[in-house]
């Protein structure tokens, strides 16, 4: 089949790939004339495991191409998937759909092919019964087009296996022919097993968006039990193992830590609390206002344990950063925690030096005030306090006996929960993490 993915951002790229890497003829559109350039010579402009692999071999065999033309994707393709960023707005907690819009606006009055729009972004319940009224009359009379929403669940540092093996496909659709085309398009995956959940757009929708709250709501849960262990000398990993023995809890996201960030569960439960009020049941999801503060407060309270580690105030305090991306195993730092902080104690005064895996160029664009570190050795070194709050396998890796050597102060924070306490502590480090006792 002919596809155009338009927007190749985290999704966009990886559903362009992949699509291609199964068989399908591709196009990837975006108005980011930078990024259609390096895509278009096999270069992955972000970092995603598996994609430059996939990009390299599709882009080679002439399978997959990039264009900047929307008049280019309308003459091209049988399925046009939308993959543009849905934001917050500034101005308020809903979601900004003028790339959807102009997406829409842009292609519709060109297209001249029988095709399906199918929505990928995650957009507010009933989106794609408005886009498709929109189309309807943009598209050239006798064109036959219509739309359907299938939004997209990969995670980052995970996104190529999620797409080639999700766990599960929904296809929210208005008429039994766009949902034969979706089944031909994934007709691999089903193949191979994986559920397919055939419904209405506004259904689809909202699967998205329950999704993203469910899991954001867990992390909260955890992260509200590790304020209350804080104040009982409780220790909340423990606690989360025990909770995550009982088969109708699970383990999973019950990690207890500085808390979500990133471009999606932030903007999306926002999102979900104000479309649920211009439908006039935000009472049903107001709980979600409550996680996301809790969320948040993390952050404060890391930078509150922060402070008082280094004696009650950071002013002329030397802090090593561990961490700048929202999550391992990407380069994203979108509504990151680990940003938040660091940038929280430099205005308090802290001589901030960062380090992240994959994630510098990212934070140095957003926090050009810091200084960067090229290893973990010299954002260590002289450090008053090192804080880990990016949970990178190879922090795990960390010597604490050989850092010592640069880290004479020997006090971290573990905003993560994820270092081993004890072998920290064995190395003579004072060693704090969020939710875990301290021994006298
Ligand atoms: P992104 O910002 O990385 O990518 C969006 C891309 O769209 C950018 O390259 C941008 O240049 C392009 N774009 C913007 N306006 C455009 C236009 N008018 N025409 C063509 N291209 C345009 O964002 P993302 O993380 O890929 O997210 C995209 C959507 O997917 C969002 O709705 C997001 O909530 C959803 N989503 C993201 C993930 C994820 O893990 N990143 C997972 C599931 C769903």
């Not at 970092?47 to 929307?70: A, D, K, M």
């Not at 029988?114 to 009933?126: D, M, N, Q, Y």
């Not at 929202?326 to 104690?345: E, G, N, Q, W």
């Not at 992240?356 to 290893?375: F, I």
């Given at each position: 089949?002919?596809?155009?993915?338009?927007g190749?951002?985290?999704?966009?790229?990886?559903?362009?790939?992949?699509?291609?890497?199964?068989?399908?003829?591709?196009?990837?559109?975006d108005?980011?004339?930078?990024?259609?350039a390096?895509?278009?010579?096999?270069?992955?402009?972000?970092?995603?495991?598996g994609?430059?692999?996939?990009?390299?071999?599709?882009?080679?065999?002439?399978?997959?191409?990039?264009?900047?033309?929307?008049g280019?994707?309308?003459?091209?393709?049988?399925?046009?998937?939308?993959?543009?960023?849905?934001?917050q707005?500034r101005?308020?907690?809903a979601?900004?759909?003028?790339a959807?819009?102009?997406?829409?606006?842009g292609l519709a009055?060109?297209l001249?092919?029988?095709?399906?729009?199918?929505?990928?972004?995650?957009?507010?319940?009933?989106?794609?019964?408005?886009?498709?009224?929109?189309?309807?009359e943009?598209?050239?009379?006798?064109?036959?087009?219509?739309?359907?929403?299938?939004?997209?669940?990969l995670?980052?540092?995970?996104a190529?296996?999620?797409?080639?093996r999700?766990?599960?496909?929904?296809?929210?659709?208005?008429?039994?022919?766009?949902?034969?085309?979706?089944?031909?398009?994934?007709a691999?995956?089903?193949?191979?097993?994986v559920?397919?959940?055939s419904?209405?757009?506004?259904?689809?929708?909202?699967?998205?968006?329950?999704?993203?709250?469910?899991?954001a709501?867990?992390?909260?849960?955890?992260?509200?039990?590790?304020?209350?262990?804080?104040?009982?000398g409780a220790?909340?990993?423990?606690?989360a193992?025990?909770?995550g023995?009982?088969s109708?809890?699970?383990?999973?996201?019950?990690?207890?830590?500085?808390?979500?960030?990133g471009?999606c569960?932030?903007?999306?439960?926002r999102?979900?609390?104000?479309?649920?009020?211009?439908?006039?049941?935000g009472?049903?999801?107001?709980f979600l206002r409550?996680?996301?503060?809790?969320?948040t407060?993390?952050?404060?309270?890391?930078v509150?344990?922060?402070?008082?580690?280094?004696?009650?105030?950071?002013?002329?305090?030397?802090?090593?950063?561990?961490?700048?991306?929202?999550?391992?195993?990407s380069?994203?730092?979108?509504?990151?925690?680990?940003?938040?902080?660091?940038?929280?104690?430099?205005?308090?005064g802290?001589?901030?030096?960062?380090?992240?895996?994959?994630?510098?160029?990212?934070?140095?664009?957003?926090?050009?005030?810091?200084?960067?570190a090229?290893?973990?050795e010299?954002?260590?070194?002289?450090?008053?306090?090192v804080?880990?709050?990016?949970?990178w396998?190879?922090?795990?890796?960390?010597?604490?006996?050989?850092?010592?050597?640069?880290?004479?102060?020997?006090?971290?924070?573990?905003?993560?929960?994820?270092?081993?306490?004890?072998?920290w502590?064995?190395?003579?480090?004072?060693?704090r993490?969020?939710?875990?006792?301290?021994?006298?």
């Amino acid at each position: 089949m002919r596809l155009t993915v338009i927007g190749t951002g985290y999704l966009g790229a990886v559903h362009a790939a992949c699509m291609a890497d199964i068989g399908h003829e591709v196009l990837g559109v975006d108005i980011d004339a930078e990024k259609i350039a390096a895509l278009s010579e096999g270069r992955v402009p972000i970092y995603e495991p598996g994609l430059q692999e996939i990009l390299g071999r599709t882009v080679g065999s002439g399978r997959l191409r990039f264009t900047t033309s929307l008049g280019e994707a309308a003459e091209f393709g049988d399925v046009h998937f939308v993959c543009v960023s849905t934001p917050q707005r500034r101005d308020s907690p809903a979601c900004d759909l003028r790339a959807v819009d102009a997406v829409v606006e842009g292609l519709a009055p060109r297209l001249r092919r029988r095709c399906l729009i199918v929505g990928k972004s995650t957009v507010p319940v009933g989106t794609t019964a408005r886009l498709s009224t929109r189309v309807q009359e943009l598209a050239p009379e006798g064109t036959d087009v219509e739309v359907a929403w299938n939004p997209e669940f990969l995670r980052e540092g995970y996104a190529v296996q999620d797409t080639l093996r999700p766990e599960r496909l929904v296809a929210g659709v208005m008429s039994p022919r766009a949902d034969h085309i979706l089944r031909e398009v994934y007709a691999p995956m089903l193949s191979d097993g994986v559920p397919y959940i055939s419904t209405d757009p506004a259904t689809a929708e909202l699967v998205k968006v329950a999704a993203n709250s469910f899991l954001a709501t867990k992390i909260s849960f955890i992260n509200a039990l590790a304020e209350v262990c804080d104040a009982t000398g409780a220790d909340v990993t423990t606690l989360a193992d025990a909770l995550g023995y009982d088969s109708r809890i699970g383990r999973r996201f019950l990690s207890a830590g500085l808390g979500f960030g990133g471009g999606c569960l932030p903007k999306d439960i926002r999102a979900f609390r104000a479309r649920a009020e211009e439908l006039g049941v935000g009472g049903a999801v107001s709980f979600l206002r409550e996680i996301d503060e809790i969320n948040t407060r993390q952050r404060q309270r890391t930078v509150d344990i922060a402070r008082e580690m280094v004696g009650g105030g950071f002013t002329g305090r030397r802090v090593a950063v561990l961490g700048a991306t929202f999550k391992p195993d990407s380069d994203d730092v979108r509504d990151s925690p680990a940003l938040a902080v660091a940038a929280a104690i430099h205005r308090e005064g802290a001589e901030v030096r960062l380090h992240d895996p994959e994630g510098m160029d990212n934070a140095r664009a957003v926090l050009p005030q810091l200084a960067y570190a090229p290893d973990v050795e010299k954002a260590c070194d002289g450090a008053d306090l090192v804080l880990h709050l990016t949970e990178w396998a190879a922090y795990r890796r960390i010597d604490p006996a050989a850092l010592a050597a640069v880290t004479p102060a020997r006090k971290i924070l573990d905003a993560r929960n994820t270092l081993d306490a004890a072998l920290w502590r064995s190395a003579g480090w004072t060693f704090r993490a969020l939710g875990r006792p301290t021994p006298p």
